[in-house]
C-alpha cells in the first residue's frame, strides 16, 4: 500500500468524522497530484471533484471535501528561494553532512536509486543517519511552504480587502487556484 494511498484513506476516514483540510503542495501539479490521483483509483474515483488542470498539469481537485493547490501557480520560484523571500529563518535546508561528506538536497533525494521503495523505507533502520536527515529535510519543506502558505494568504487577502471588502467573499486566496 502507497503513503498516497493511505493518506486517501485518512482523509476519507476525516470527511466522515466531518472533517475537511485545505492541502497544498509546492509543484505538486506535476508529480504529488498525479500520485494522489492513482490513489483515489484505487480507492473511489467518484470522490474526486472539481479536478482543475492547466495543459497537463494538475492545478486543483477536491477529495472528499479536501481541497488540493499547487502554490507554485501563486509563487512561482523554488522553495528555497521563497523561503529567502519571505524570511523564513529555519526554512529549506538545501545541504547536509551526511557521515562526514557534504551533500545537496538533490543528492539526499536521489540517495542510493538503485533502490526500490521498500528497501528505500527499509534505510530507516539500516542506515539512521540518512534517515534522520532526509526525515529532517521533508518536515523543514512542510514547515517552511507552510508559513509561507499563511503569509502569502494573510498578505493577498488583506490586499484584496484594501480593494473592496466585498471582493474578499470572492477573491480569497482560498477561492482560487490562481
Known amino acids: 500500500i502507497s503513503s498516497a494511498y493511505q493518506f486517501v484513506k485518512w482523509l476519507q476516514l476525516q470527511s466522515k468524522k466531518g472533517k475537511s483540510y485545505e492541502c ?9 497530484f498525479y500520485l494522489i490521483i492513482k490513489a483515489i483509483n484505487e480507492i473511489d474515483i467518484t470522490c474526486l471533484n472539481n479536478l ?6 494538475v492545478i486543483g481537485m477536491e477529495i472528499f471535501s479536501n481541497v488540493f ?8 520560484n523554488s522553495l528555497n528561494n521563497l523561503c529567502k523571500n519571505f524570511k523564513i529563518t529555519d526554512g529549506k535546508i538545501t545541504e547536509f553532512d551526511l557521515n562526514g561528506e557534504k551533500i545537496t538536497n538533490e543528492q539526499l533525494c536521489f540517495y ?9 523505507i527499509n534505510l530507516q533502520y539500516t542506515d539512521n543517519e540518512f ?13 517552511s511552504l507552510m508559513k509561507i502558505w499563511n503569509e ?3 498578505c493577498a487577502n488583506s490586499l484584496v480587502a484594501s480593494m473592496n471588502t466585498n471582493l474578499l467573499a470572492k477573491c480569497r486566496v482560498s477561492c482560487s487556484n490562481t
Not at 69 to 76: A, G
Open 52 to 57: 482543475q488542470f492547466r495543459g497537463l498539469s
Open 152 to 154: 502569502f494568504s494573510k
Open 131 to 143: 534517515w534522520r536527515i532526509y526525515l529532517e529535510y521533508c518536515y523543514r519543506d512542510c514547515s
Open 112 to 120: 542510493k536509486p538503485h533502490l526500490d521503495v521498500r528497501e528505500f
Open 69 to 76: 493547490k499547487d502554490s507554485c501557480c501563486f509563487l512561482t
Open 24 to 32: 497544498i503542495a509546492h509543484n505538486g501539479s506535476r508529480f504529488d
